[in-house]
């Protein structure tokens, strides 16, 4: 099975922070998607941000974060503001 640490933007302490929220694999991170994985991270440890899940978002479509397009992080941003202060996913 390939390492996490194999995608871009996830080095070691992101890996254990995923593994720790039952994501183990590139795969089961591309098939739960940045959002889902995300919102996870952050119900185990409130203090991941935007930066987090540009990284998870740019590591399923193989980029770096950076390179995500202006759109995807708008969308991503509006996900991540929904979240704060909420105890449940956003809708």
Same mark, same amino acid.
Not at 17 to 29: F, I, M, T
Not at 31 to 52: I, M, Q, S, W
Not at 86 to 91: E, I, L, M, N, S
């Given at each position: 099975?390939?390492?996490?640490?194999?995608?871009?933007?996830?080095?070691?302490?992101?890996?254990?922070?995923?593994?720790? *929220?039952?994501?183990?694999?590139?795969?089961?991170?591309?098939?739960?998607?940045?959002? %889902?994985?995300?919102?996870?991270?952050?119900?185990?440890?409130?203090?991941?941000?935007? *930066?987090?899940?540009?990284?998870?978002?740019?590591? *399923?479509?193989?980029? %770096?974060?950076?390179?995500?397009?202006?759109?995807?992080?708008?969308?991503?941003?509006?996900?991540?503001?929904?979240?704060?202060?909420?105890?449940?996913?956003?809708?």
């Amino acid at each position: 099975m390939p390492d996490l640490t194999t995608m871009r933007n996830i080095g070691p302490e992101m890996a254990r922070k995923l593994a720790a *929220v039952g994501v183990r694999s590139p795969g089961e991170l591309a098939e739960a998607g940045a959002k %889902d994985v995300f919102f996870r991270l952050k119900t185990l440890y409130p203090n991941v941000c935007l *930066v987090h899940l540009y990284a998870l978002e740019g590591a *399923v479509r193989g980029v %770096d974060f950076n390179a995500l397009p202006r759109e995807v992080k708008a969308d991503l941003k509006e996900f991540s503001d929904a979240l704060k202060g909420k105890g449940g996913p956003a809708v």
